[in-house]
């Protein structure tokens, strides 16, 4: 090899490997930001479902005193007697722990001038119910029902609260306390797939409930490392953010729990991104390997240049295929959710790409929706299996959760460049030609073609196969569907071209 040879081979490695370098740096960032992204979305998502618990169990306790406050308004209004009040307050005590939640304990409040307890306390000659905390935020809330503060027993050791409503004459008020023992039981939950922790805390700092039980009942305005934690909560209400706690990088997911109380996830950040760092680490070990392998051709390629071409369109084409494996990997994980629809995404593709090629689309576009379709339920991800896996028609509230799939498809696919039918498929697929469909209601032409094409590929699918509440259609049937559909549901084209597909199919069994 010549000096000048020897120039232009150094040159061509050294700016092969920078373009090389640039393109992975690029990739791997990406991967990197998507999947904190996603890791992210995943642990919102995670805190939500917990927050609903909390939110669900108080609301509960403010259902049942509400129930009882109408029924002791009720006896006030007809002239019941004190004594008579007090009783019915003694039987929905025991009626609470017994019937409701052993945490529900006794019914008492002031009515017309006098303290009533329905477990039979009686109080000190000094208690004055109107100074105490359950009577001033019943006032305060003006006859809706109130979660007072919540406050330490000292001799139990135990986080009680009182959910108070001030009654109809604007004096009296009835009250009970909330044992929060089954708000340690749901927090104790909260974790990101078995990592971190989590805590309740009041808006005085004051910690409702906490993993590790020795916690609960600190004051997390007290300290260095807890006042700044409390202040970033009540800073970044609702967010997430990081911070420094016993000198490890956390990230910090945040909630309100009945616009009262905070509710918190810590999970370490060496925990949160150790699976995305080592994903990391191979990937560049691979392109190492691969940087040096490259190397290696280059040198060939200087010597016979018509192998280095038949190598490089080889490598192209491994490429293009394990883009295609990865993507049909995905298909199948998803698929995996639904024990009743396995093979759904393939089968789906599959039609979606012959319905490309009898609309006369050029084969790189047959391949993109092909793609588009295989990836079009990647948002089931974040459904959970119980729903996903149901035996049985869902509920309006599934089925709302359902409906989230696109969304959450389009933002997990948003960011691949080249192919736009992705995360267009994804996030429109259950559009319907006449605008009644989700997420945004489009209607006609509005929605994008691979979206209708994958729509109706959906939909044959779908009754074609088995399913938890039916049984799969007949050919016929499902051609008398699609006929119905045409122009309400589907696309009036594209329908007559899978009404095509189907009367070939019976053609060729017959």
């Not at 017994?98 to 006098?114: A, E, L, P, S």
């Not at 051709?297 to 071409?309: C, D, E, H, P, Q």
Request: glycine fraction near 8%; charge should be negative.
């Amino acid at each position: 090899m010549g000096r000048s040879e020897k120039r232009q081979y150094i040159f061509t490695v050294i700016i092969t490997l920078i373009a090389l370098i640039g393109v992975v740096t690029y990739n791997l960032v990406t991967f990197y930001s998507n999947a904190v992204s996603d890791m992210l979305t995943i642990g919102k998502s995670s805190l939500a479902q917990e927050r609903e618990q909390l939110d669900g169990y108080l609301t509960k306790g403010m259902d049942v005193l509400q129930v009882t406050a109408i029924t002791v308004e009720y006896m006030m209004q007809n002239g019941e007697s004190p004594e008579r009040i007090e009783a019915f307050l003694n039987e929905e005590s025991e009626r609470y722990m017994d019937d409701i939640d052993v945490n529900f304990t006794g019914v008492y409040g002031y009515f017309q001038g006098r303290f009533l307890d329905g477990s039979g306390w009686e109080p000190d000659a000094d208690y004055v119910p109107r100074e105490r905390e359950w009577y001033i935020a019943a006032e305060e809330a003006k006859g809706k029902p109130t979660i007072v503060s919540p406050y330490l027993d000292e001799k139990t050791g135990t986080i009680m609260i009182s959910v108070s409503q001030l009654l109809y004459d604007g004096e009296s008020v009835i009250s009970f306390d909330i044992v929060l023992d089954q708000i340690q039981v749901i927090t104790k939950n909260i974790k990101l797939g078995g990592m971190g922790y989590g805590f309740v805390m009041d808006r005085a700092g004051l910690v409702v409930a906490h993993s590790d039980a020795e916690e609960r009942g600190k004051n997390y305005r007290e300290g260095s490392e807890e006042s700044t934690l409390f202040n970033q909560v009540y800073t970044n209400e609702k967010e997430t953010f990081r911070a420094k706690l016993q000198g490890e990088d956390c990230t910090v997911f945040t909630d309100t729990v009945m616009n009262d109380w905070y509710v918190v996830m810590i999970v370490s950040n060496t925990k949160l991104y150790h699976d995305i760092r080592i994903v990391l680490l191979q990937n560049i070990t691979i392109c190492l390997i691969v940087f040096g392998l490259i190397v290696w051709f280059l040198t060939l390629a200087f010597r016979k240049i018509g192998v280095s071409m038949r190598n490089a369109e080889e490598s192209r084409q491994n490429l293009e295929t394990m883009n295609v494996t990865i993507m049909r990997t995905i298909a199948r994980t998803i698929d995996a959710k639904d024990k009743y629809t396995n093979g759904h995404s393939r089968r789906v593709a599959k039609y979606a790409g012959e319905l490309a090629k009898r609309l006369g689309k050029s084969r790189q576009e047959q391949k993109d929706i092909y793609y588009a379709a295989l990836l079009h339920d990647v948002g089931k991800i974040h459904i959970p299996d119980a729903i996903i896996n149901k035996p049985a028609r869902l509920t309006d509230e599934e089925f709302s959760y359902i409906k989230l799939h696109p969304v959450i498809g389009y933002y997990i696919l948003r960011d691949i460049k080249g192919n736009a039918m992705i995360p267009q498929g994804a996030k429109w697929h259950h559009e319907r030609f006449d605008g009644n469909g989700y997420p945004n209601g489009l209607a006609g032409e509005n929605i994008p073609e691979v979206a209708r094409i994958i729509g109706v590929a959906d939909a044959y699918d779908a009754m074609t196969s088995n399913r938890s509440y039916r049984q799969v259609m007949s050919q016929a049937r499902v051609r008398e569907e699609i006929e119905k559909g045409r122009g309400t549901q589907f696309d009036p084209e594209i329908a007559d071209v899978m009404l095509g597909m189907i009367d070939d199919a019976a053609e060729k069994q017959s």
